[in-house]
């Protein structure tokens, strides 16, 4: 920095062939030319003159100047800023490590594993909140209701529920969502588009999650254990449902019978047989049930389909338990 006349003007120099002159007065950012032609008198020129109207036609003159070379300017800048470009997407980082976590996105590589159960993850942080559904650790709390969760970004959709706020909506049908996940999931719905498909049986999912889920009853992986008796569970919902037979805890019960329920999906069932609701309706007949499951199983007397077959003979049934009763003529 160097003063002329009273006023003081910045050179911000970030590489040999990058060179800005910032205007302490102006605000005005200019790139060097490389010329070396102009003395120090014409650098400050401008601050010099008296006259508004020459003061506004310089400062036109550097923004016209200036405009063309902003957009090669600002890209030069982000390298200076951002150095490290992914030489496979192209994205720049300030620093290394960070580059180096972002070329695992690319390359599938998981180096952290968890001693629990085996699992592998890409990124350290991942793996973090892995563990803590192990340990059942959860360190974000609502501070309405008290709920807790593992992820801050859990808290922030729970509390959601809390506010009634439901900006995103179905073009379709109207219903409202919390979020545009939600909605996304929705629309699915609607355009009967699954887009996870299992690469064992070519079954399709709306979510990710259930595909997950799904792949379990292929590999039998059960990674969910109760620390009561060490039942294992594909799913946690069902192990959540599980350890209450261990505490008896029904806290949903019928207001017409009294009984009550682990859960509300078992509740929910239960007050069909008291309303006579019946859903799921079949696309060929008509027919309704109370349960998707009965439906599914109905569907199979349209199609013929016989899924479970036995090992010995090949007989085939709609039904599991029917194979399972047909499985005693074997064994006796």
Known sequence: MYHKGGVSVGIIKFKEELKFFYCFVSGATVKHTGSKDRNEDQLVQKQETDSPEV??????????????????????LERYQKPYSCTTCGKRFSNKSVLNSHIII?????????????K???QKSQLRYHMMTHTGEKPVSCMTCGKTFTHK???????KTHTGEKPFSCSTCGKCFSHKSLLRNHMRRHTEEKPFSCVTCGKGFLRKSHLI?????????????????????SVKCNLTFHMKTHTNEKPFSCAICGKGYHNKSSFNYHMRNHTEEKPFLCVTCGKGFVHNSHLILHMRSHTGEKPFTCTICEKSYAIKSRLTVHMKTHTG
Do not use: V, W
Not at 58 to 63: G, K, L, P, V, W
Not at 216 to 226: A, L, N, V
């Open 153 to 159: 970004g859990n808290l922030s959709e729970h509390i």
């Open 120 to 122: 592998r993850f890409s």
């Open 213 to 233: 889920c799904h792949m379990r009853s292929h590999t039998g992986e059960k990674p969910f254990s109760c620390m009561t008796c060490g039942k294992s569970f």
């Open 55 to 76: 003061e506004n036609q310089d400062q036109e003159e550097i923004d016209s100047e200036t405009q063309g070379k902003n957009g090669d300017d600002q890209k030069q």
């Open 106 to 118: 690319h390359t599938g590589e998981k180096r952290y594993s968890c001693i629990a159960c085996g």
